[in-house]
């Protein structure tokens, strides 16, 4: 089968620009022909030169919140479908719309037409696609993951906000250094070989330095031998689970970030398992589907170990109470829930006020680490400085003498 980019009108007389899949030309005409389409242009459509099927989270986001919009105004899904294809950016996300789209027409299910693509649409954004189509509810379920998507979203750029600027000053940090201990060092090196003065340590240290980067052989050799531990770093993150369980663990210890990951990992967990949970997706699956929330592995051994063991009848706070890696606020929280029966509004009510705390700490980790990475690249610099010329300084304090 191939696609076929096409333009006419149709009977009531409106524009159209869309695709259509058939065996050659001919059969498409005929196709389009039955539908009443009076054709203007028809050509293949091409695939783009280097185009992906990948699709970016940010336009899956945006598809979503247009299909709720779309469905909760009364649209049929197929055509919901239909106009999102012709709207969407990316090969990606065309491809697997047309794809959706084909199948509903096929007469297959809506939550199995979504559930064809798994590298697109994850177990929580399927299961809830699924509780909405059996409730017979999508528009409130579609509604309901949007805002999900959203809040996500806004937690991942909160995190990658808290995490770029400091990585961009110490690597500014780190470029200063080096060229000034490449470039400048040796100037000032040759300035006080020639005046046969005796060097203070800290000075001989950095010129020391100097001559190390500089030798072709010791500096290369330190250089290839960084970039070698990266590597080796991020294969032994990839491939053993020890080492990546004590990296993550360290993770979680780390002053200021480690809370920023805590908070934004319960208020994701608290979301889905709230809107999983409304769906009425059984709390082993909830578990089970909460498990993938986090890429942090003590987290996630946490709540295999919930899930393990909410088998044998004991109520979700206690359990949550007695892992030491969940706060205290989340077991007692859904303790109240369960008392009062309302656990799924009582975990939305945790998500909203782990979102908040997160917004917070954002904030107040911004404004603690600007004047700090200031700091620490003044004091590089001044360090570097004060060592070039404490020579001149001894100097001058011998000849005052």
Known sequence: MEEFLYEGVDKEGNELKDTIEAKNERQALILLRRRKIKISKIKPDAKPLFASKKVKGAELMQVTKKMS???????????????????AKSYGMKYVLKTIHRDLNSGVTISDAFAKHPKVFDNIYLNIIA??????????????????????????????????????????????????????????QEMYGG?????????????????????????GTMFVSIIAFFVIFNLALKRITAFRRIFHKLCLRLPLFGELIMKSTFSRLSLVMSNLMRAGVPILQVLEIGTNVSTNLPIKDALSRVKGDILSG?????????????????????????????????????????????DVSVATLSAAIEPLMIVLVGGIVAGLLLGMYLPIFNAGALFGA
């Open 69 to 87: 919009s779309m469905v909760k105004a009364g649209l049929p899904v197929v055509e919901t479908i239909e106009i999102l294809k012709g709207q």
């Open 314 to 358: 004991k109520e979700l706070s206690a359990l949550f109470a007695r892992d030491k890696i969940f706060p205290t606020e989340l077991s007692q929280l859904v303790s109240v829930g369960e008392k009062t029966g309302n656990v799924d509004e009582m975990l939305n009510s945790i998500a909203t006020y782990y979102e908040e705390e997160f």
């Open 195 to 219: 005046m046969g003065v005796e060097l203070p340590q800290f000075t001989q240290v950095l010129i020391n330095m100097s001559e190390f980067l500089r030798n072709p052989s010791q500096g």
């Open 131 to 188: 509780a909405g189509e059996e409730s017979g509810m999508l528009d409130d379920f579609l509604e309901k993951l949007a805002e999900m998507m959203e809040k996500r979203d806004k937690i991942a750029k909160g995190l990658r906000k808290a995490f770029t600027y400091p990585t961009i000053v110490i690597v500014i940090a780190l470029g200063i250094s080096i060229f000034m201990l490449i470039k400048v060092i040796p100037i000032f």
